[in-house]
């Protein structure tokens, strides 16, 4: 059985880090891109970073362009979201989506609360 499984959230102040991770079972992430997906309360669930598979080529959104660097252990089957200089609107749940069409895995779930 395939999970996919976020962790690494909490609470910070603004300006403050947090690393989540996703790992996975019954799947190499390696073999899928990966997305971390963001979303704020009250509103729709949007794509913060994606990393490719294999080669590992990445994308941000502009929001979190120079504060968030997504990166991938492949011996430990783990994809990463370094978060930093955190803002109030980071707030929300971040996703993370492991996918190779027309296959799509989504975990969870992990809180993120930043305050002011």
């Known amino acids: 059985q395939v999970q996919v499984v976020e962790s690494g959230g909490g609470l910070v102040q603004a300006g403050g880090s947090l690393r989540l991770s996703c790992t996975a079972s019954?799947?190499?992430?390696?073999?899928?891109?990966v997305g971390w997906f963001h979303q704020a309360p009250g509103k729709e669930r949007e794509g913060v970073s994606c990393?490719?598979?294999?080669?590992?080529?990445?994308y941000y959104v502009d929001s979190v362009k120079g504060r968030f660097t997504i990166s991938k252990d492949s011996a430990k089957n783990t994809v990463y979201l370094q978060m930093n200089s955190l803002k109030p609107e980071d707030t929300g749940v971040y996703y993370c989506?492991?996918?190779?069409?027309?296959?799509?895995?989504w975990g969870q779930g992990t809180q993120v609360t930043v305050s002011s």
């Open positions: 990393i490719s598979s294999g080669s590992g080529s990445t």
């Open positions: 989506h492991a996918y190779v069409e027309p296959v799509h895995y």
């Open positions: 019954g799947l190499t992430l390696d073999s899928y891109a």
